[in-house]
């Protein structure tokens, strides 16, 4: 998944760019790479495990492509 986002988005890029009808100073380039890198890091599952706070992480069944986590205990 995380892969085809790259190409992906410059294959759209390169179709925007046969497309005249853009507004100016829209930056699409520029805003689709922002949207390219923030799917690649909500793809990158263990960057996600790093972040978790009240789930735990099961560590041996995680991946860069799988997150596997249990719900933990909370304050009640």
């Known amino acids: 998944m995380a892969q085809s986002i790259g190409s992906d988005v410059e ?9 005249a009808t853009l507004p100016p100073g829209l930056f699409a380039d520029r805003s689709l790479r922002a949207f390219q890198e923030e799917l ?8 996600e495990a790093g972040s978790a706070r009240v789930f735990r992480v099961v ?18």
Request: proline share 0%; charged share 20%; aromatic share 8%.
């Open 11 to 19: 294959n759209l890029l390169a179709l925007l760019q046969f497309n």
């Open 59 to 76: 560590e041996e069944l995680t991946t860069s492509r799988v997150l596997t986590m249990e719900m933990g205990k909370g304050i009640t």
């Open 40 to 47: 690649q890091w909500e793809c990158d599952y263990q960057g």
